[in-house]
Antibody, heavy 123, light 107 residues
Framework: QVQLQESGPGLVKPSQTLSLTCTVS??????????WSWIRQPPGKGLEWIGF???????DYNPSLKSRVAISRDTSKNQFSLKVTSVTAADTAVYYC???????????????WGKGTTVTVSS | DIQMTQSPSFLSASVGDRVTITCRAS??????LNWYQQKPGKAPKLLIY???SLQSGVPSRFSGSGSGTDFTLTISSLQPEDFATYYC?????????FGQGTKVEIK
């Protein structure tokens, strides 16, 4: 059974870069059926889709964050990563990684999620 | 971006009640609509995909309907474990936008 686990610093200073990694276990990151996504949720607010990466490195980002976001992957480690540059307090959120069955079927959906990791932007 | 609007934002109901949550898209998205359930401190859980298809393992009291711009999530008989926040999400195009959420609380 596929599991996802986010990891990374819980505290980032303003103007610095937020870096998180999602490790995929129990399955292959290189399956062509899936996109690998990042979603975030500010405290007490709703969900925001950040973007995803395909196993071959193709990415798609939310235009609202596109200038500050990069998603990469390390297929040898079954991991994908998120970087958000020039962070502010508005980037404080729970960050989730998720598997998006967007390439293997007609209707995409996110069926496996990590537990989420809280990132606080503060000096 | 496609805007997703849920109503109501908050709903108070009793165990056994039939509950309906509505989601409206700012443009037609055919049946490219998913529903998720989120409990406090937990990741969202997929309930319904493709507007009407029940995800494996999800109880049959959950159902989805609609196409185009108007969609509905129905819980036929609310159970104690169903008190949570529900989100719709369009997957017609990227960015994959979510509704603002509907919190279902105990009456």
């Amino acid at each position: 059974q596929v599991q996802l686990q986010e990891s990374g610093p819980g505290l980032v200073k303003p103007s610095q870069t937020l870096s998180l990694t999602c490790t995929v276990s129990g399955g292959s990151f290189s399956s062509g059926d899936y996109y690998w996504s990042w979603i975030r949720q500010p405290p007490g607010k709703g969900l925001e889709w950040i973007g995803f990466i395909y196993y071959n490195g193709i990415t798609d980002y939310n235009p609202s964050l596109k200038s500050r976001v990069a998603i990469s992957r390390d297929t040898s480690k079954n991991q994908f990563s998120l970087k958000v540059t020039s962070v502010t307090a508005a980037d404080t959120a729970v960050y989730y990684c998720a598997r998006d069955y967007g390439a293997g079927g007609y209707y995409p959906y996110m069926d496996v999620w990590g537990k989420g990791t809280t990132v606080t932007v503060s000096s | 971006d496609i805007q997703m609007t849920q109503s109501p934002s908050f709903l108070s109901a009793s165990v056994g009640d039939r509950v309906t949550i509505t989601c409206r898209a700012s443009q037609s998205i055919s049946s490219f609509l998913n529903w998720y359930q989120q409990k406090p401190g937990k990741a969202p859980k997929l309930l319904i995909y493709g507007a009407t298809s029940l995800q494996s393992g999800v109880p049959s009291r959950f159902s989805g309907s609609g196409s185009g711009t108007d969609f509905t999530l129905t819980i036929s008989s609310l159970q104690p474990e169903d008190f949570a926040t529900y989100y719709c999400q369009q997957i017609y195009t990227t960015p994959r936008t979510f509704g603002q959420g509907t919190k279902v609380e105990i009456k």
